[in-house]
């Protein structure tokens, strides 16, 4: 053969190989389609022309850490958690009201000190122990009887472990068979809000006596609509359904796979492909997409965060009341969440998010006036403006997609009013310390409740007693400070919320803050799933779900 | 000197280069600001936890004091054990380097087959129009964003066409049960046919993307290694004597034109089973270098110092091997 004839020999066998290679796929997809329906995309498609599906496969960005709740702070092993695992008492749907759980019922003694709870009947743990009132004792036992660093939810709720001072719960014991009685040393009004968060869930008794601390973390074992069937890291977690869960008629599903792939437009893509029928992350930018697809839709995460300016109170001249409502007025936060939470996010007022209870809808936000700035700081004697340092987190958060984009929002607004702001930024834990050591001017951070209830935002974030801790603005006002205190005993819910209303007036007046936003992050499924609720906290029940 | 002889003195002198990698890692690592137990208990812990979290993990002793504990431990063959999951690293990285393995010889060989052929062809028709539409896909191959190929490819082939899944490695509604964890291997002890196709539909779209740059690396440093010996003497006598030119380009040229190719492959090679990790993270799989990202991003230390280490030692073990294979391709290599 001649050289010519050779080339178009090569480039002949590379066209006929690519041919074969596509047909060749082509040919297997619809043939295991049809015989075990085992490719991803030909899965979903069969199973929605035949018979209903009933296997949820949920595609999130990171993996759990571990699956014994009381030792995990990461929202991604709640996620899991939260569903083989129950409660006391639960949360409301989609709010952070008190619902029955394993508790039917609850009394409250006069002064707030003791809690009796009526436990309910015919529960049994997956491994076929019966729930009681002892599974409930050993439970908070084990975790009376821990460390921070173990049971890092336990100490921040409960104060403390043993016979420690701040520890709050005094004695937890087992009346009889189906009542348990919790007394605590003093009265802690967001108890039952505490109890409901997802650490607290209700190991069985049997596991936590015959398994290690390590074996518990990878052998989940709770009385929750799932039971846990496997675990391999960063590819799935396998969950079935609990047959003999005490509501019967949940779960709807059979099956529940939990799947991690880091990547927001990969997890996006594999939506669309079927592989996954829900998604969590999704990037704002992409849920006008998600609208227009018939096949798909759009799920938001009702708030439960703040995203926030703070300015350092104990720093010129943010100690002058005046300059920082200036700031409040000089800062235009509609157009901030126009441009960087594609309007996802709620403009704020109040430090914490409207689902709390107690939050106060009177109060008028600070509105965007350039004009009443400059007079407000003409009348500070800052007529002429100032320098000062802008902090911008480095990363990512929930409650704020892109802080450096903020941040040079933020300098345009305050250049308009003559303050000149000066864009700086740390390493993410470097950020955190110095801002806590007071050495900001005014620096960008956010909040993420972990309850719901007000006093995990406005005493964690801005009490006196939380400086140097939470409190990064080093805000003092002892009239706030009364009011918090007194709503932390305060066990009559309208009371205590007419408390958090008032010291929110009290706080906006000071202007400690400048809240920006509440966002609301988004989720996607396939149009075809039904009964998905997305839950404020993060961790969403997944047993009322369902396939049209 | 043998072979043997020198195959003892490659391994002998690995000692020192390992030895020198966990001393930079280790002290790399306490270079990045943030205290790890902070990191690990977040915005939101009290001091106390923080301090208590320290203790546990040894980490208030002196920095050397903690290297040569850790020394110690691997010189009795314990990696340590994960802060963030407390399971030993000998333990819970095996399946991720599996999928890491499966996934690198995949695009190696599509690499090598794709890259040394074209590479071939080109020298052979220089400067016709396959050299030049070659090359240039080469150089758009080098320089290629796997990240964005990797999420185009996932949108034509995916979506659009439905050729192959975008993510993962198995389909998990019928996943594959592990046994070495080398998923194709896995089915195929099982008999499952069926899950083998599967798995290897998952590993097409993102071994093509890992494969993109070391093919056209490879192609590149083909060509210009058979043009060069192209030219030579022994090449113009096997023409004249009218050797068929298939033969003369495949068999004589292209065992002399080989080694610096080897080179580049052993190298490519090693550097595929430590930078996957964009790959790994579009596509979703579970492999040892999102295992070390999500060690570094969570402070583990001992997941960062020991996953390192087990890249190194293998990319030190690819390069041993290419060495040795160096004469056995051409005998008139000594080692010496």
């Not at chain 1, 619902?99 to 409250?108: K, M, Q």
């Not at chain 1, 460390?147 to 009346?175: Q, R």
């Not at chain 1, 108890?191 to 398994?211: C, D, G, H, R």
């Not at chain 2, 899944?165 to 594959?176: A, L, S």
Request: proline share 5%.
């Amino acid at each position: 053969m001649n050289k010519k004839a050779w080339l178009l020999f090569f480039v002949l066998l590379l066209t006929v190989s690519t041919a074969l290679f596509g047909c060749s796929s082509d040919d297997s997809s619809s043939d295991d389609g049809g015989s075990t329906g085992n490719d991803g995309g030909g899965d979903a498609a069969e199973e929605t022309d035949g018979e209903t599906q009933d296997t949820l496969v949920f595609g999130r960005g990171g993996d759990s850490v571990a699956l014994d709740p009381i030792t995990v702070t990461d929202g991604e092993s709640f996620k899991v958690t939260k569903n083989i695992f129950e409660t006391l008492v639960e949360f409301g749907e989609q709010d952070t009201d008190i619902n029955p759980g394993l508790a039917e019922e609850w009394e409250v003694s006069e002064d707030g000190l003791t809690y009796t709870f009526m436990l309910r009947d015919g529960v049994t743990f997956h491994d076929g122990e019966a729930f009681n009132a002892d599974a409930v004792v050993a439970n908070f036992d084990r975790w009376a009887n821990g460390t921070e660093d173990k049971f890092y939810y336990y100490k921040s709720m409960f104060g403390g472990f043993g016979d420690e001072e701040g520890h709050v719960i005094e004695s937890v014991t087992a009346v009889d068979e189906s009542t348990v009685e919790i007394k605590l040393k003093r009265p802690q009004a967001p108890f039952l809000k505490n109890i409901a968060m997802s650490p607290f869930a209700i190991v069985s008794p049997k596991a936590l006596s015959e398994m290690s601390e390590d074996e518990l973390a990878e052998n989940p074992v709770g009385t929750g609509p799932f039971k846990f069937v496997e675990w391999r890291r960063n590819e799935r977690i396998v969950l079935e359904k609990n047959e003999d869960y005490w509501n019967s008629e949940y779960p709807k599903v059979n099956q529940v796979i939990f799947r991690s792939i880091p990547e927001n437009s990969a997890r996006l893509n594999a939506l669309m492909s079927g592989e996954i029928d829900l998604a969590d992350g999704i990037n704002p930018s992409d849920a006008p997409q998600i609208e227009g697809d018939d096949s798909l839709q759009l799920f938001e995460r009702p708030s439960m965060n703040v995203g926030y300016l703070g300015l350092t109170v104990t720093r010129e001249p943010f100690n002058d009341p005046k300059v920082r409502q200036a700031m409040n007025h000089a800062i235009d936060r509609q157009a901030i969440v126009d441009a960087f939470f594609e309007g996802r996010a709620e403009v704020a007022k109040n430090p914490m998010p409207p689902v709390i209870a107690g939050y106060n809808d009177d109060i008028e936000g600070y509105e965007y006036d350039p004009e009443k700035a400059k007079a407000l700081l003409e009348e500070a004697g800052l007529g002429d403006g100032f320098d000062m340092e802008l902090w911008a987190m480095p990363v990512p958060r929930p409650y704020m997609p892109d802080g450096q984009k903020v941040a040079e929002a933020i300098q345009s607004n305050l250049a308009d009013v003559g303050i000149n702001a000066e864009i700086v930024t740390y390493e993410w834990a470097t950020y955190l310390e110095k801002a806590r050591m007071g050495e900001a001017d005014a620096f960008l951070l956010g909040w993420t409740g972990d309850n719901g209830d007000a006093d995990n935002f406005l005493y964690v974030l801005l009490d006196q007693d939380n400086i140097g801790s939470n409190n990064y603005t080093y805000y003092e006002n002892q009239e706030v400070h009364d009011l918090l205190i007194q709503a932390q005993s305060e066990t009559d819910e309208d009371t205590r919320n007419q408390l958090y209303m008032e010291a929110q007036e009290l706080i906006h007046q000071d202007a400690p803050w400048v809240p920006l936003a509440h966002s609301t992050p988004l989720l996607a499924g396939s149009a075809n799933l039904q009964g998905f609720m997305p839950h404020p906290t993060g961790s969403d029940w997944l047993h009322t779900v369902y396939f049209e | 000197m043998n072979m043997l002889q020198y195959i003892i003195r490659r391994l002998l002198q690995l000692i020192p280069v390992l030895l020198g990698m966990t001393f930079i890692v280790f002290l790399i690592i306490r270079a990045i600001p943030g205290d790890p137990a902070l990191v690990i208990l977040g915005q939101q812990a009290t001091e106390d936890a923080v301090a208590a979290l320290r203790e546990s993990l040894g980490l208030d002793e002196p920095w050397y004091v903690q290297y040569f504990q850790y020394l110690g431990n691997l010189l009795t063959g314990d990696l340590g054990e994960s802060i963030r999951t407390r399971t030993p690293v000998n333990e819970e990285i095996w399946p991720y380097l599996a999928t890491t393995f499966e996934l690198s010889i995949f695009a190696i060989v599509i690499a090598v087959i794709v890259g040394v052929n074209a590479g071939i062809i080109s020298a052979w028709f220089q400067n016709s129009w396959f050299d030049y539409t070659a090359m240039v896909l080469a150089l758009v191959g080098v320089s290629m964003p796997i990240f964005w190929l990797g999420l185009m490819m996932q949108y034509q082939f995916s979506l659009q066409w439905d050729w192959f899944p975008t993510t993962g490695r198995e389909n998990v509604r019928d996943p594959v049960n592990a046994i070495t964890n080398l998923y194709l291997i896995d089915t195929l002890i099982q008999g499952r046919f069926d899950q083998f196709v599967v798995v290897l539909k998952h590993l097409v779209m993102p071994g093509i993307a890992l494969a993109t740059i070391p093919m056209a690396i490879i192609a590149r440093m083909t060509r210009s290694s058979m043009l060069e010996v192209m030219k030579s003497d022994y090449i113009r006598t096997a023409r004249a004597k009218g050797e068929k030119m298939f033969w003369v380009v495949y068999k004589h040229s292209l065992k002399n034109a080989i080694i610096p190719v080897l080179t580049v492959i052993g190298l490519q090679t090693g550097l595929l089973l430590g930078g996957a990790i964009l790959t790994e993270t579009i596509f979703g799989l579970p492999g040892v270098g999102r295992y070390i990202y999500e060690g570094i991003s969570s402070r583990d230390y001992p997941v960062i110092q020991s996953g390192i280490l087990i890249v190194a030692f293998i990319f030190v073990m690819i390069n041993l091997i290419v060495d040795i294979l160096y004469s056995v391709i051409d005998p008139r290599i000594r080692y010496n």
